[in-house]
C-alpha cells in the first residue's frame, strides 16, 4: 500500500514522527509525504494531483490511500524565480507574514473570504470527484484554525458545500482542526505557541494518528 500524504507544514513539522509516519506505520504502508512549510491550498491540490497521477503509472489504484491536510485560504502562490520542493517548478508560496512584492500586496488587498471559501469548495468536489472516478480512498481535514465559514445557504455556494458536507472522506471542515484537536486534548507545541503558528509536539501526531487511523478503518470497510 502507497500512502501520499500532502499538507502544510503542519503534515510535515514536529520533534518526532508526524501523523503520515505513524499512519503509514501502523498499516505497513509506504510513504510519500510531500507537504512543504508555508503552502498554499493551490499547491496541495495542484501537487497532489500531479503526484498520484505519476504513482499510479506504478501502482494500482486500490493500493493508494491519499491523506490531505488542508490550511487556510488567506496562503497564495506566484510563479517565482527559484524552483521548490519535489519538483514543483517556479510556483512558491506565501503567507500574510510575507508580504514583499506588488504581487502580494495586491493579492491581500483584493483578498475576499467568501470568494476564497468558494474556490475551495469548488477545487474539493473536483479533486475528491477524480479520485472517487478512480477508485482511489482518501481522508481530507483541515490542520489549521483559521478556516472560517460562509453563507452556505447562498445559491452560488450551497450546492458545493451540500456534497463536501456529504462526503465521508472530508472531516468537518470549518467545526474541526489538527491544531484545535491538540489544544483540546492539552499537548504543547514544540516550537512557538500556537497563537503564534506554533506546531503539535509529536505526541500530539500521535494521538491524532490513532484518531484518524479510527477513521481510515471506517473507509476500508464501507
Known amino acids: 500500500m502507497i500512502i501520499y500524504s500532502n499538507s502544510c507544514s503542519y503534515g510535515v513539522i514536529s520533534d518526532g514522527p508526524v501523523y503520515s509516519d505513524l499512519i ?4 505497513n504502508a509506504d510513504l510519500l509525504n510531500h507537504g512543504i ?7 496541495i491540490f495542484r501537487t497532489s494531483t500531479r503526484d498520484i497521477l505519476k504513482i499510479l ?3 494500482n489504484a486500490n493500493n493508494i490511500f491519499v491523506l490531505i491536510g488542508l490550511t487556510n485560504t488567506f496562503r497564495g502562490e506566484f510563479w517565482g524565480t527559484t524552483p521548490a520542493l519535489h519538483q514543483d517548478g ?14 502580494t500586496r495586491e493579492f491581500y488587498r483584493m483578498y475576499d473570504q467568501e470568494g476564497a471559501i468558494t474556490n475551495l469548495l469548488s ?10 472516478h478512480l477508485n482511489i ?9 483559521h478556516l472560517k465559514p460562509i453563507n ?7 450546492p458545493l458545500y451540500k456534497n463536501i458536507s456529504e462526503d465521508a472522506g472530508i472531516l468537518p471542515l470549518f467545526d474541526f482542526n489538527f491544531c484545535d484537536f491538540s489544544q483540546q486534548n492539552n499537548y504543547q507545541t514544540f516550537d512557538l505557541p500556537y497563537d503564534q ?14 484518531f484518524l487511523i479510527t477513521k481510515l478503518s471506517l473507509s476500508f470497510n464501507g
Open 57 to 59: 503509472d506504478k501502482h
Open 197 to 210: 503558528g506554533g506546531h503539535p509536539n509529536t505526541h500530539a501526531h500521535k494521538h491524532f494518528s490513532d
Open 37 to 43: 512549510g508555508g503552502s498554499c491550498n493551490e499547491r
Open 152 to 158: 452556505f445557504a447562498e445559491n452560488f455556494v450551497k
Open 137 to 145: 480512498q482518501y481522508l481530507i481535514w483541515t490542520n489549521t484554525p
Open 24 to 27: 503509514a506505520k501502523h498499516l
Open 123 to 132: 477545487q474539493l468536489v473536483a479533486f475528491t470527484g477524480w479520485l472517487k
Open 90 to 103: 517556479h510556483f512558491e508560496s506565501f503567507t500574510s507574514s510575507i508580504v514583499d512584492n506588488s504581487y
